[in-house]
């Protein structure tokens, strides 16, 4: 009998049927499976779903910090982009004070 591979998807279903009070020995004919792998399965669920809420926290954490990094970053593109148009307009106050000036010498 050849050997089938089943995804984590499909053990979590055919185990929570089994903890839905379906009979077991219906679900493992259903999806023929031996009752010893139906209850592996199950200790393998029961004892790792805490990981379920763990998962989630530190995904939040994670995108606490990368959220924290890109206002960072944000902030100081911000500050750059100031201080380039503060440039841009001391060079053009710059040229204009020459330029009136200039007009200045002329004039006398």
Request: glycine share 4%; hydrophobic share 35%.
């Amino acid at each position: 009998m050849k050997k089938r591979k089943w995804d984590s998807k499909t053990k979590a279903s055919i185990v929570l049927q089994g903890l839905q009070s379906r009979p077991i020995s219906d679900i493992c004919t259903d999806y023929g499976i031996k009752q010893a792998q139906y209850y592996r399965w199950r200790r393998q669920f029961l004892s790792n779903m805490y990981l379920t809420f763990e998962a989630n926290n530190k995904r939040a954490v994670i995108l606490t910090y990368e959220n924290i990094r890109l206002k960072k970053i944000i902030g100081e593109l911000t500050s750059e982009l100031k201080k380039a148009s503060l440039a841009r307009e001391n060079i053009h106050l710059k040229r204009t004070i020459g330029n009136l000036a200039m007009e200045l010498r002329k004039a006398k």
